[in-house]
């Protein structure tokens, strides 16, 4: 008889058989990279077996180093290397972080590449004791971050995307797991502290007080401090903090902002999940509407006539749109043919309507979720203008003055999506609010 392997088998068993790696742990440097590589006979295949290889640095992010290594004779075989440093990159060593992230990614990855194969880098090889992923080279790709401040759009993008959040966020949920399932993995992923604390920290705590890593422009000191002030604003905030502390909705990517997108006009993929865990399907969703809505604020700025202006922010506007009415529509067509999970076993409908009276529930619940990726977009677009990190849309605004407009506009936006997120019953209000909004 086949034993049917069920979402998570993968994962579930690697750590349940992981031994302690004593191998020593040395950051890579682009001198040492090539003769790490040519002992990983699956990578050399993919590199066409040449061992002359050229590598550089290419890591911008906040965390970790990251290289791209071509073969010599075919620069158009290359890989990635991701390896995560023994503190927070941005911050300097002075602040310690361990390298156990690498141990989510990969397991984040591993269960998305499960859902979605074909939105994830493909994972060539895994190395517990260096931190290191090896993963495919998007050659083809951009961050998507840089195309939306250049004003290009990605067509698409938001049935991409919508579809990543429905299958991902779905799956992993109680809506379709059975509850031992969803335990188990809930427990794997729960150790992931260090990077949770990051995001309570930097997300919903010190961007809103004192403390001594914030940055901002002093031009907008006024409502900067406007808002550390604002006492119904932070019992709000506090409140989607809780969420996030409390909630294991869904297993989560945890830091779905532009950044973490590679595009081209056809192809989408998702990278960079080490901030995974389990928590409100909400805070993946509104960390991509919210990041849409500060490229939004950033080309206030950025196009150069009103039409140019008009037309980007349409786009952005309707891409918005059509990921939540993708995610959603998505969602509601799994939830009715894969109601397989603990939340909603069909006999419990069965007196009140079946199907018709689960399906009144099932609104309920993404309305539920569509209030919260509100709350959670506008945390995130708040702490980029406020906090430790900053965005690239907004920030490589040079003039300090022309970037205050962007930056209060996000504000302002930002603050109205945590304050007026509980009245909201359709994504239209949503694009209202960011509509209708004038800088702070
Ligand atoms: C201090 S780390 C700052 C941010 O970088 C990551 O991309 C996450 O968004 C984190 O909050
Ligand atoms: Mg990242």
Request: charge should be negative.
């Amino acid at each position: 008889m086949t034993i049917l392997r069920q979402l998570g088998d993968a994962i579930l068993e690697e750590a349940a058989s992981a031994q302690q790696d004593t191998r020593a742990y040395v950051p890579l440097t682009v001198d040492t990279v090539p003769a790490y590589l040519t002992a990983l006979p699956a990578v050399m295949e993919i590199l066409g077996g040449s061992t002359h290889l050229d590598c550089v640095e290419i890591g911008d992010g906040n965390l970790n180093l990251v290289f791209i290594v071509r073969a010599q004779d075919d620069p158009a075989k290359s890989v990635i290397i991701k390896q995560a440093l023994p503190y927070l990159r941005c911050a300097g060593d002075g602040w310690p972080l361990s390298r156990e992230r690498m141990e989510y990614e990969h397991m984040a990855l591993a269960l998305e590449a499960e859902i979605v194969p074909e939105l994830v880098p493909a994972v060539y090889h895994y190395d517990r004791a260096m931190s290191l992923i090896v993963m495919e080279n998007l050659d083809r790709h951009v961050i998507m971050r840089k195309g939306l401040v250049e004003g290009i759009t990605y067509p698409r993008f938001p049935g991409h995307m919508g579809h990543f959040l429905a299958h991902t966020l779905f799956h992993t949920s109680d809506l379709y797991l059975a509850s031992a399932r969803k335990k188990r993995l809930v427990g794997l992923f729960s150790r992931n502290v260090e990077l949770c604390k990051i995001t309570e920290d930097f997300v919903f705590t010190n961007p809103y007080m004192e403390s001594a890593e914030n940055r901002w422009n002093p031009e907008i000191d006024d409502v900067v401090q406007r808002i550390r002030a604002h006492t119904r604003l932070k019992c709000e905030i506090a409140a989607l903090k809780d969420g996030f502390l409390t909630r294991t909705q869904s297993l989560v990517h945890g830091d779905l902002h532009t950044g973490s997108v590679m595009l081209n006009q056809e192809d989408t993929r998702i990278i960079d999940p080490e901030f995974a865990f389990f928590g409100p399907m909400g805070f993946d969703i509104g960390a991509v509407l919210g990041n849409l809505a500060l490229a939004y604020c950033a080309h206030e700025v950025h196009s150069t006539t009103d039409d140019a202006r008009a037309a980007y922010q349409g786009w952005l506007l309707e891409t918005i749109r059509e990921t939540w009415d993708t995610f959603a529509g998505e969602f509601l067509r799994l939830w009715r043919e894969k109601n397989e999970g603990e939340a909603t076993r069909p006999a419990f409908f069965a007196q009140c309507g079946g199907e018709d009276g689960l399906d009144i529930y099932r609104r309920q619940y993404l309305t539920g979720v569509l209030r919260d990726t509100l709350g959670y977009a506008g945390c995130k677009m708040m702490r980029r203008q406020l906090g430790i990190a900053h965005v690239y849309d907004i920030d490589c605004i040079a003039d300090p003055k022309r970037r205050a407009v962007a930056e209060r506009l996000a504000l302002a936006i930002g603050a109205r999506f945590v304050l007026e997120r509980q009245y909201v019953q359709s994504i239209d209000e949503m694009l209202a609010i960011i509509k209708t909004t004038k800088e702070l």
